[in-house]
């Protein structure tokens, strides 16, 4: 899919994404892994701010970073509701260029089934992270179920079609392949959901 229908597509689905920020299925997951964060904080595909709730005001500085114009408008809004500092930036992740060691966490929930290439982007994590830091990760991908993970495939091409993101994606092989070091790794839901903390290999 092109940069710029994708982007548009992310753009018609705002009001989808403020909906989905407020789902009870995600909010204890994304509790047990935004608690995790702290210092400079960049959250990349940061979306309409669904994750901001959940961080500690006092114990981070959040940048959030969308290619969606419309998403960064929400997550604006959003931080301005909870009354929270942030820095928004509107940026394509493969254009994107940071400091290397310049954030204590980076966060990506549910964003890495739209990359291009996950891997490279899960290497840009591990240059933007200070060696000590952590990348938290909240992803979703191919289930260990047969039956499951079949559907997936079959549905993957009309699924990316309508909604601009990947459910056919192997995290597993995905983050065995990237630069990152795998802390901790936890499986929800037939293995679809996962929550990942990771440490930047320098």
Not at 156 to 185: E, F
Request: glycine share 6%.
């Amino acid at each position: 899919m092109k940069k710029e229908k994708q982007i548009k597509k992310f753009d018609k689905q705002v009001k989808l994404y403020e909906t989905k920020g407020t789902n009870q299925k995600f909010a204890g997951l994304r509790n047990k892994l935004i608690k995790n964060a702290y210092g400079k904080v960049l959250e990349v595909g940061v979306g309409a701010g669904a994750n901001f709730s959940y961080y500690d005001q006092n114990n981070v500085e959040i940048t959030g970073v969308d290619f969606s114009s419309e998403m960064i408008k929400s997550a604006k809004r959003t931080a301005s509701n909870f009354q929270m500092k942030a820095v928004f930036v509107q940026e394509d992740i493969d254009e994107l260029i940071l400091e290397p060691n310049s954030f204590d966490c980076i966060v990506s929930t549910l964003s890495l089934c739209s990359y291009p290439d996950p891997i490279e982007t899960l290497n840009k994590f591990n240059s933007w992270c200070r060696k000590d830091g952590a990348i938290l990760l909240m992803e979703h991908g191919l289930s260990s179920n047969p039956l499951l993970s079949f559907a997936q495939k079959v549905i993957d091409p009309l699924h990316t079609k309508i909604s601009g993101c990947h459910c056919n994606r192997n995290i597993d092989k995905i983050i065995g392949k990237s630069s990152l070091q795998v802390d901790q790794i936890e499986r929800y839901w037939s293995d679809i959901i996962y929550l990942i903390r990771a440490t930047p290999i320098k």
